[in-house]
């Protein structure tokens, strides 16, 4: 019953999330509060299967969408929705920066107080995430590309701990990354001009 129960969770979380992520691909805000759910659910799902940088990172991220959310709406100029652009490379190196310390701190603190599984492969994902979560809710453009990194990565850490259909679904999710990439580009070079 409990098997069948996660496969039904996994099946609702992996139709949500292909939902979220066409909305995102498309600067629809829907996309946000369809996020905040999937979020919550996600953690249930991680908690029970140790990946406890990932259940972090699911409470992180319902504060980044609710943030989102509102910033997608009134975060431009005039309090007009906000548009896609570029991040800086000084905010970028700032970002990659403290995503390898927050591995390294994430990873340690797992490893040593916790019965985590595989504390930095998760805690790894956990900050290419983030990062990533971070950039989306700001609309920045680079922020796909991390979520193309962070989709292959944990398409191999969730099949290693026999989670395959998220694991499969981690994988598409690279496939829509590489989509939201695309449509986002299209985006900002029709709000920016070319560059």
């Known amino acids: 019953m409990e098997c069948s ?8 979380g992996i139709t949500l999330a292909i939902i979220t992520i066409s909305l995102d691909t498309r600067e629809n805000i829907l996309a946000r509060p369809l996020s905040l759910v999937g979020t919550i659910m996600a953690f249930f799902v991680y908690y029970p299967a140790g990946l406890y940088a990932k259940c972090l990172q699911s409470v992180v991220t319902i504060c980044f ?6 910033q997608w709406s009134y975060g431009g100029k005039h309090k007009t929705p906000l548009q896609v652009s570029k991040t800086s490379p000084l905010a970028l190196l700032r970002l990659l920066l403290s995503g ?7 990873g340690s603190l797992l490893y040593w107080y916790s019965h985590a599984d595989l504390p930095y492969w998760d805690s790894l994902h956990t900050a290419v995430c983030l990062i990533a979560q971070w950039m989306l809710v700001r609309k920045k453009l680079e922020s796909w590309i991390l979520w193309v990194l962070a989709d292959v990565l944990y398409t191999a850490v969730l099949y290693y701990k026999g989670l395959y259909l998220f694991s499969g679904l981690y994988l598409f999710f690279a496939f829509l990354a590489i989509n939201g990439y695309r449509t986002w580009h299209q985006s900002y070079l029709k709000h920016h001009g070319a560059f």
């Not at 129960?5 to 609702?12: D, K, M």
């Not at 969408?65 to 509102?70: H, P, R, V």
């Not at 390898?100 to 994430?106: D, F, K, R, S, Y």
């Open 5 to 12: 129960f996660l496969v039904y969770q996994q099946i609702f």
């Open 65 to 70: 969408n609710t943030y989102g959310w509102y």
């Open 100 to 106: 390898v310390l927050g591995t390294a701190a994430l």
